[in-house]
């Protein structure tokens, strides 16, 4: 099977059914090879999970080494969030190609991102026709209110998690999305790590996995 993205797979140990699916988004300038080192302590925990780590579908203006799912060379609100729309229309071009090999459903699935993934995580969430299993994000933020209570048409519940020294994505910006979700009914738990900058600590990937765990009832 050839994905509509470039993606780095971990696949379980051999003869184990794959039962459910963890897709990671990297953030601006990363890739699916960066963001797939979380996939280092939490496939033990997920036997029968594959992981699926893509790379963005454009190469970054910043990093050329790296991708973004959309630009930030221009600050406009409204260019970021026309750019962001386009990633969304790959990422479930994607999601669906995951769907089919694998034989998955979207209760099958977490989406799962750090910075800008997180931000395309929960515009993917929460405007499928079906929930996923859940969303785990970290530092970052709701892209577009205005747009997406407009375009919400799911509830998937969501883990969120943010360093209080975050000066890339402020952590304010946490506390505007848990506002945000609890007016819109959705399930969401949220977690501060204390003296954490714009990166993804021990401690938030030890959390994010017990999230995860206890969704798929392993």
Known sequence: MTFCLTTTIIKPEKNIAIKCAIILLHGYGGDGKDISMLTLNWKRFLPNAVFLCPNGHEKCEINPVGYQWFDLTRDDPEYILAQSKKAEIKLKQFIEEVKNEYDLKNSQICLSGFSQGCMMSIN???????????????????????????????????????????????????????????????????????????????????????????????
Do not use: W
């Open 124 to 218: 993917l969430g929460l405007t499928s026709s079906k929930n996923y299993n859940c969303i785990v994000g970290f530092s970052g933020k709701i892209i577009n209110q205005e747009d997406l209570i407009k375009r919400k048409i799911s509830s998937t519940k969501m883990l969120l998690l943010h360093g209080d020294k975050d000066e890339v994505v402020p952590p304010t910006f946490l506390l505007e999305a848990k506002d945000f979700l609890i007016r819109n009914d959705i399930e969401i738990v949220t977690k501060i790590i204390k003296n954490c900058g714009h990166h993804i600590p021990v401690e938030a990937s030890s959390a994010a996995l017990d999230y995860i765990k206890n969704n798929f009832q392993i």
